[in-house]
């Protein structure tokens, strides 16, 4: 008996999709389909899939052409799977041509022709609404958004706009955005969604003139160093029924969401120490201080949760500069330490002590691609990881996708509370 493989999501199952199956079906007796995981399809960048593996694999079987069904779960299954059900042909559609030519050592390779004017990506755009995103700036960099949010599909940044139309200019032809203006009510007559990148003390404003034009808002935080006005942009857009997104990438990142899960569920047993620590790399960005915070305060807020008793803070100026800043979060026993290096520099790491073991975030831990365990049992050190390119934007951007599709405007992953919580702990800081 002669066995066949193909692989593939299957998403939105289309003609193209059964042409390929049918055809790999007469290159043998036996046809085993590996569907994509979703975890799979994420790791690898398919962040837009529609359609739940149940109906994926569902939609396989219909054809009738599919002996057995696997999912496809890890990167190199392939090989895996060929060895297991002994596969004598691997075919698959020539858009991944050479990709995979080293399986000709396992067993014999056959790309085939795909369907012409037929694609998952194309129906997606066909079938669901589209959101344009706009980008409010006073600078040229666009913290990856424009690459990130090409990854969902239904999202693209199509425009921008600076007070200074030399800046939207640059910023359009950077990115090859499709329109650049320095007039607010025209930019908004082009999006539904405004990413606001500009200097701390033009967000609040900026975000009041979004929500009054209608649109879901992403702005960098923190929006505000003043509580009351925090909570009073939240109210806002609620009132509206819009979105408004903080844009703390952490939270929405997969390996987060893992360190979360394993923290709250007591692997490490009770927390008893957490230290955050972080050191500002472009040191022309004032405002940048306070991100920071915002950014190290958050994980706090996350693990150990909203109660803190008390915190207190310390800055150390040189010549009025603030060089390095400290916050101490008090919970019962326990206690939260966050470094913010200003001039000076710390490495950047979070440490989470537990009565049972440490976790512990390296590097760029705010784009979470690991992190360790070590539990005091004596078992060695585990890493877990899940990598993915890029800052994690469109894990956000996914969520905002999410929020519209269940009409929800608040964020369960980052709540209005803990929001609110960062910038009453930054204006404290903020007015020393
Ligand atoms: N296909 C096709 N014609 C189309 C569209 C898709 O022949 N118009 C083929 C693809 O070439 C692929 C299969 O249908 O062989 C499934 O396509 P996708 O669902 O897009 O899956 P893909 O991302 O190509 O996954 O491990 C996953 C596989 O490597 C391929």
Known sequence: ?????????????????YNILKRAKEYGDYLIVGVTGDSYDIGRGKLSVKDSLATRIENVKKTGLVDEIIVEEYLGQK??????????????????????????????????????????????????????????????????????????????????????????????EK?????????????????????IRTALDKRY??????????????????????????VEL?????????????????????????????????????????????????RNVPYLF?????????????????????????????????EFGTVNLKYGDAEAVINVGNTIRVDNKIEIIGTEGTITMRDNWWRANYFELEKIDGSEKQVYNVNFEGNGFKFLIRELLQMLQNDRVVSKTLSIEEAGRIVKILQAVSQA
């Open 1 to 17: 008996m002669k066995k066949v493989i193909t692989y593939g999501t299957f998403d939105l199952f289309h003609k193209g999709h």
């Open 79 to 172: 090989i895996s799977d060929i060895i297991k059900y002994d596969i004598d042909t691997f075919v698959i559609g020539d858009d991944w041509k050479g990709k995979f030519d080293h399986l000709s050592r396992y067993c014999e390779m056959v790309y085939l022709e795909r369907t012409k004017n037929i694609s998952s990506t194309k129906l997606r755009e066909e079938n669901f609404t589209k959101y344009n995103i706009g980008i409010i700036t006073d600078q040229t960099d666009d913290n990856q958004i424009v690459k990130e949010a090409k990854l969902v599909s239904g999202f693209e940044v199509t425009s921008v706009y600076s007070e200074d139309m030399k800046c939207a200019e640059k910023m359009q």
């Open 175 to 195: 990115y090859g955005l499709e329109a650049s203006y320095n007039d607010l009510n025209s930019f908004y007559e082009d999006v539904q969604v405004v990413y």
């Open 205 to 230: 404003e900026m975000i009041i003139k979004s929500l009054d034009a209608g649109k879901h808002v992403i702005c960098d935080v923190p929006f505000t160093l003043d509580a009351q006005k925090q």
């Open 234 to 282: 939240a109210q806002m857009a609620v009132d509206k029924n819009l979105i408004l997104i903080n844009n703390i990438k952490l939270v929405y990142i997969q390996v987060f969401i893992q360190l979360l899960w394993m923290v709250q569920s007591g692997l490490i047993g009770d927390v008893i120490r957490l230290e955050c620590s972080v050191s500002k790399k472009d």
């Open 290 to 322: 306070y991100e920071l915070m915002a950014m190290s305060i958050c994980p706090i807020l996350k693990i150990m949760g909203n109660n803190y008793d008390d915190f207190n803070f310390k800055l150390i100026r040189k010549n009025n500069i603030v």
